[in-house]
């Protein structure tokens, strides 16, 4: 399928380490993904789903003890510890590659190696990057199909050049003592064994698009950031940008695909997904904006939660060319299930749940994630252009111009509703202290609350300190930079309840972060920025007083003062490469909390 002498040598290479009986080329042809779901369905790796209600849909278990990316054993591999810094795990290039050596070495013994060319980004658009995947895995392959734009025309595109990103996966034995997630920035390379689940696995996402892509981007002035794109359509036509960063599982999808309360709809406004996960951000020449692409093809979205009210777009784009990852079989009707999909569960008898065992509904505990019927990280892969809210911007070359970037956690307390940062400087700070309680999309313990600073701890693919110079730097370098906003839909009354409603209302807070970007409405000046006077926040049918609204915004200054010493101990930890600025800002902070 190519000439390309860089990438048949390194193929040849890598075929004489793992030792494949069959070498397959990806042509990203219909009839060839079909062969490959056949196949997996003959090893019994997928399960064809009922096809008149949910045409061309699959579903896969991973290995019991393989279900989130696993970022202890996630490492940067530079030739110095402190390139990749403290908040990544190093080791040497020499010693991990020696190491893996042993891992991969016939590994691939009695299986098929499959060469999956794939562009992040549009081919041929100047955001474009280019990345070879090698993997043993079919379902890889067609999750790579629905996630990345793959086929002959990226190889076309790529021509005689090296500049490309290689990728080798090898499922081995799926065994967690020896599973390693590796990046080699210097080298392009990533290197992923003993795993098969979606961000150790789907090179092109977490790997590519976020930490080597991120290295690239300091060198080449540009930023990969873990955000969703999204477009608010005013009544008049106009539609404005705003990326948002929140951590694994805290509400990107769902921010993404937003549809506005009702009153809001009726006046004409509307919400356009452009991606879900991942920008790539790029200053503009002519017009001296922040642009963004969504560089993926697809979601790899959190089932648990998604219905038919939370989320009904998200719903709506899994009824088809879906493969769905570790959720509940209804095996009387061939379909799937998913805590919070609905209040009818399959009954005992015809449910398997995601380990493969058979699944007894009326034995669910909330409290006891052990008797959940799906995995809490559990997954869909669905194409974007299924999405019934998809920006026609989707597949423009040059992106969309970014008016706000959000910053957001999950915060029982402290962090209010929504604030505004004074600058860009002070914005690149508020995302430098961002937290949130963890997820279910990592390994770990869960609801914990940890510094996640730009929801990119576990994607930088260089040093945390270097990174956030870049953000500083790139201040400098945008004429007409976004405003930067930070929100927190979490916060928790006395009984653990939610105070704020949540989703579709979501479109309340982006009115007024809009409003505010344009400076068509006022706030209040606190010591964390600038915050909403109540009643600027429509609560319109909503059976919620301003006082709660007031509550939702109060910023108390105690358990700031807190957070700041935890700062402290975090920027220490991050270590030398903290920007002086980001201590000035602190410094400052505190200081404002103090008076
Ligand atoms: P990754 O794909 O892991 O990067 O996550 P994501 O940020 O796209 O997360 P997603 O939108 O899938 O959100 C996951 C969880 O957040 C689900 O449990 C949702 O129900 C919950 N969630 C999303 N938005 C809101 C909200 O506005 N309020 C509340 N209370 N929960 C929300
Ligand atoms: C995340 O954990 O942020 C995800 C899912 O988006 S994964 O692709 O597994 O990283
Ligand atoms: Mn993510």
Known sequence: MTNNKYVLSWIDEMAAMTQPDKIVWIDGSEAQAEALRAEACSTGEMIKLNQEILPNCYLHRTAINDVARVEGRTFICTPTKEEAGNINNWMAPDEMYAKLKALYTGSMKGRTMYVIPYSMGVVGSDFAKYG???????????????????????????????????????????????????????????????????????????????????????????????????????????????????????????????????????????????GDDIAWLRVNKEDGKLYAVNPENGFFGVAPGTNDKSNPNALATTMRDTIFTNVVHDTKNNTVWWEGLNDNPPAPGNAIDWKGNPWDCTKYDKKDKSTCGAHPNSRFTALAQNCPCISSEFNSLKGVPVSAIVFGGRRAKTAPLVYQSTSWQNGAFVGSIMASETTAAAAGAVGVVRRDPMAMRPFVGYNMGDYWAHWLAMGTKIPNPPKIFHVNWFRTDDEGHFIWPGFGDNMRVLLWILDRCEGKVDADITPIGYVPKAEDINIEGLDITLDTIKELLTVDKESWLADVENIKEFYAQVGDAVPQTMYDELAALEARLKA
């Open 132 to 274: 070879i995947e090698l993997t043993d895995s079919i379902y890889v392959v067609l999750n790579m199909l629905i996630m990345t734009r793959v086929g002959t025309n990226v190889l076309e595109a790529l021509g005689d050049s090296p500049d490309y990103i290689k990728g080798l996966h090898a499922r081995a034995d799926i065994d967690e003592e020896n599973r390693y997630i590796t990046h080699f920035p210097q080298d392009n390379t990533i290197m992923s064994v003993n795993s098969g689940y979606g961000g150790n696995v789907l090179l092109g996402k977490k790997c590519f698009a976020l930490r080597i892509a991120s290295y690239l981007g300091r060198k080449e002035g540009w930023m990969a950031e873990h955000m969703l794109i999204l477009g608010v359509e005013y009544p008049n036509g106009d539609i404005k940008y705003v990326t948002a960063a929140f951590p694994s599982a805290c509400g990107k999808t769902n921010l993404a695909m937003l549809i506005p309360p009702k009153m809001l709809q009726e006046k004409g406004y509307k919400v356009w997904c452009v």
